[in-house]
């Protein structure tokens, strides 16, 4: 017989499990190491690169890089002040925006108004920027719209320092008449104006210039990064393995 008769009806007893040492008092718990950090969610978004790439694509990426590079240097060699900006290709595109915004913002009162034409020029690459990023999964685009959003800032720059002199033409001036009313329709100077910074008209300018140029130099430094990393993955086994 069992020494025990009522072993065979208590329950096994739990093996004991190894318990994690507590931590001393005043460190700090890390995250598990499997959990992807910010930094670690950022690259894997402006940085992704599909398994295979395809050469023809990655191509031409690196020519319309090489066209942005020469373009943007154009750029970057004007004065922030210089008519020729006004006179870019871009500038039109540029303009259809800006307009846009003016109609768009309309309804919110006159100041919003004046701001609303630089400001939706200035929203349209952005939201671009951000539908590449999150929703396409394409960065290389998204590094394109971003050296646009630049150049719109670069654009911007001369309408900006021209708040006070008032000597830029103006869309719709066809009379002598409408060109007397450049004050009432300039927008900066009604952007500025109301809140007492016309004076800095041409500080606001250069530093508009100046962030425009910085951010077309790095939208440049995102796509050759791009570019670098989808070299590897060329379908023509060209690339480094």
């Not at 008092?25 to 969610?41: C, T």
């Not at 915004?101 to 630089?118: E, K, Q, R, T």
Request: aromatic content about 12%; proline content about 8%; hydrophobic content about 50%.
């Amino acid at each position: 017989m069992p020494s025990d008769p009522l072993a065979g009806l208590r329950p096994p007893t739990p093996e004991p499990r190894d318990e994690p040492a507590p931590k001393p008092p005043g460190q700090r718990v890390l995250p598990d190491e499997a959990s992807p950090g910010g930094l670690a969610i950022a690259r894997a978004l402006l940085l992704h690169t599909p398994d295979r790439v395809d050469s023809t694509s990655w191509f031409g990426r690196a020519a319309t890089w090489v066209l942005l590079a020469v373009w943007g240097a154009w750029f970057v060699v004007q004065p922030w002040d210089a008519e020729s900006i006004g006179q870019s290709f871009l500038h039109r595109p540029d303009l259809v925006f800006h307009e846009a915004g003016h109609i768009l913002f309309g309804f919110f009162g006159d100041w919003v108004m004046f701001a609303g034409g630089s400001v939706m020029q200035c929203l349209v690459p952005a939201v671009l920027i951000g539908y590449f990023v999150f929703v396409q999964r394409q960065p290389f685009s998204a590094a394109v719209c971003l050296w646009w959003l630049g150049q719109n800032a670069v654009d911007l720059a001369p309408y900006i320092g021209d708040a006070r002199a008032l000597a830029m033409p103006l869309v719709g001036e066809w009379s002598e008449e409408i060109v007397s009313l450049r004050a009432a329709r300039h927008d900066w100077r009604n952007i500025l104006a109301p809140l007492g910074w016309l004076e800095h008209d041409r500080s606001l300018g250069a530093a508009a210039g100046t962030l425009g140029r910085a951010v077309m130099v790095g939208a440049l430094g995102w796509g050759a990064a791009l570019l670098r990393l989808q070299w590897s993955r060329r379908d023509d086994g060209f690339g480094d393995r």
